[in-house]
């Protein structure tokens, strides 16, 4: 080989490196991402946000879907969107039902409260 040769041998070999390692990158942060984006819908479902949000879960697996069949797709930068809005609409299920049960909670204990003081009073008397 020529010198010649040779540098455009060690252009073409780090052209490839880089073009591997840049196209092996947009994989693994889309793959991560919708993994955590899953686990944040699956997570705001055990919290009880079906229930307490349904909206907001429907549109949290609605757009999981999505980034899945992105993902599929090979659309990584579609798919990490998709999975963003997801987790999102999730914490905000799981924010709801969190608030709704810490509501009822509250209310269990104001009428334990208000039981308590008539019979307080009753026995007062």
Do not use: H
């Not at 092996?24 to 991402?33: C, G, H, Q, R, V």
């Not at 997570?43 to 429907?58: D, I, K, L, R, Y």
């Not at 599929?72 to 799981?94: G, P, R, T, V």
Request: overall charge positive; some cysteine; hydrophobic content about 45%.
């Amino acid at each position: 080989m020529t010198r010649n040769s040779k540098k455009w041998f060690m252009v073409i070999c780090s052209s490839a490196v880089f073009l591997a390692v840049g196209c092996s990158n947009l994989k693994t942060p889309a793959t991560a991402d919708v993994a955590v984006s899953k686990e944040a819908v699956e997570n705001a479902a055990g919290a009880g946000g079906a229930e307490f949000a349904p909206m907001e879960m429907t549109s949290a697996r609605e757009k999981m879907a999505l980034a899945n069949k992105a993902m599929a797709a090979k659309n990584y930068k579609l798919a990490i969107d998709l999975a963003s809005q997801a987790e999102a609409d999730a914490k905000l299920a799981q924010s709801k039902a969190n608030s709704a049960k810490a509501q009822a909670a509250a209310n269990a204990l104001q009428d334990d409260i208000r039981v308590l003081r008539e019979e307080l009073d009753r026995t007062s008397k």
